[in-house]
């Protein structure tokens, strides 16, 4: 499986991004793509992740309506709309494949995009 995320960049704080995550090779009818992200210096956080067996889920901190995920009609790419920027959002953000189920463990994740970095400004 190979998945490509891109959208990232610079913006100032209060400002939004939309991340796009482009899977492919995958042949399971059912699977779920997770957005995780790393700040600098800290640990990989799961953001929010979309499947056909979980619908959407946004985990802890990341509720409260700034992310949300969604996907195109094909399903062969994953989007995340950031709203209300905030500078400690600056992170690199990672989507991620699995079969099945979500899960907010980022080691039950079998594949990774590379990431894009999002930097915002105060």
């Known amino acids: 499986v190979q998945l490509q995320a891109s959208g990232g960049g610079l913006v100032q704080s209060g400002g939004s991004l939309r991340l796009s995550c482009t899977a492919s090779g995958f042949s399971l009818e059912s699977y779920a793509i997770g957005w995780f992200r790393q700040a600098p210096g800290k640990e990989r956080e799961a953001v929010s992740c979309?499947?056909?067996?979980?619908?959407?889920?946004v985990w802890g901190d990341f509720k409260g309506g700034r992310f949300s995920i969604s996907r195109d009609v094909t399903k062969t790419t994953t989007y995340l709309q950031i709203d209300s920027l905030q500078p400690e959002d600056t992170a690199v953000y990672y989507c991620a494949y699995k079969g099945l189920y979500c899960n907010q463990h980022a080691v039950t994740f079998e594949s990774w995009g590379q990431g894009t970095l999002v930097t915002v400004s105060s």
């Open positions: 979309i499947s056909d067996e979980d619908g959407i889920i």
